[in-house]
């Protein structure tokens, strides 16, 4: 019945969290995790709140200049007219599992990862029907949520944790979400339960979010944490204002972010399309492209056919860890053959 097997992911992460209350009060104070933890209480005090962000925060260090080079190319695409629909395919369709085997380094690399997987378990259960390598993001709270995540590697996909960061605005991001009020025992706490929820998980993308992710010094606690439990952060980029990346530099991290949204509004499988293209137009010209969907009915639908032909477009199907090992690589050749990127 599952289909999503272009070779099976490597698994290494440790189980994240289940640490307890008394250790997360212990680590919150004795500013384990690279010194993020500390950097979260001297610069919050007793409660993480926004307000101090560009009063407390250190110069940020130089811009990566690949990917402020790769950034400018992106922003010039997202600029242009609306995406050309799909080329089709040239040359003789292969099946998948051959196409991943045979992947080449100068062939541009998509990532395409399912967000909010474990809450509807008919849709999620559809997606683990689609032929891969795909990532499947799942959301802590969901119900029976480490039974659907084993389901998911077992059929072949690799596993992130989908974690609930407070937005801006009234939306609800569920329970023990982080959120911006919170103290750095209470912060911490929150932490540790979504990581503790389901096994296997190779890295942590962010759901909503829009406010906390402008947080510095929130930001700071959250990857220095992550690193400490050997798992890597990719930012779904829900506001501009992302301090992410900045973060990431002070610690002396790496992070990563989306490019496109697949289906920001449900209902159009024309929209889908339209964003499927633009991500392989990032692709080609930059050497990869992050793109996130959700498990509904009309993205699953054209994603199928995609994922299908796109090694025969001349594009390779990787996993979301496989961004360690693209920016590895990408940036010398990259940064000598600027602008094009390419890979």
Do not use: C
Request: zero cysteines.
């Amino acid at each position: 019945m599952r289909k999503i097997r272009a070779g099976k992911p490597r698994l290494s992460a440790p189980r994240a969290g289940n640490a307890g209350l008394i250790a997360t009060v212990a680590i919150a104070f004795a500013g384990v995790a690279v010194g993020a933890i500390s950097a979260y209480m001297g610069e919050r005090g007793a409660r993480a709140t926004a307000k101090s962000t560009s009063e407390t925060a250190q110069p940020a260090e130089p811009e990566d200049a690949f990917l402020a080079e790769r950034d400018r190319i992106v922003a010039e695409i997202l600029s242009e007219p609306a995406p050309e629909r799909l080329t089709p395919p040239t040359g003789t369709l292969r099946a998948y599992g051959r196409a991943y085997q045979t992947q080449s380094a100068i062939r541009p690399k998509i990532v395409i990862i399912i967000d909010d997987m474990g809450i509807n378990r008919q849709a999620s259960e559809k997606a683990l029907e689609l032929p891969g390598p795909l990532t499947f993001s799942f959301l802590p709270y969901g119900r029976d949520v480490a039974e659907i995540a084993s389901a998911a590697h077992d059929a072949g996909g690799e596993l992130m944790l989908h974690l609930p960061m407070e937005p801006e605005g009234v939306e609800d991001p569920g329970p023990h979400a982080l959120t911006s009020f919170m103290t750095g025992a209470e912060f911490m706490r929150a932490l540790d339960w979504n990581l503790g929820r389901f096994d296997g998980y190779v890295g942590v993308n962010n759901h909503m979010g829009s406010k906390l992710t402008a947080d510095i010094a929130a930001m700071k606690t959250l990857l220095g944490y992550l690193d400490h439990k050997g798992v890597f952060f990719l930012d779904s980029v829900t506001t501009p204002d992302t301090a992410a990346r900045r973060a990431a530099r002070e610690l002396g991290l790496d992070v990563y972010a989306r490019d496109v949204f697949l289906d920001a509004e449900a209902g159009s499988e024309e929209a889908v399309r339209s964003q499927l293209a633009l991500a392989e137009r990032i692709a080609r010209k930059t050497g990869y492209a992050v793109a996130i969907g959700h498990p509904r009915k009309e993205t699953l639908a054209v994603l199928g056919p995609w994922l299908t032909s796109a090694p025969a477009r001349g594009f390779d199907l990787v996993y979301a860890s496989a961004l360690k090992t693209i920016h590895e690589n990408a940036k010398p050749k990259a940064l000598a053959a600027a602008p094009s990127l390419r890979l």
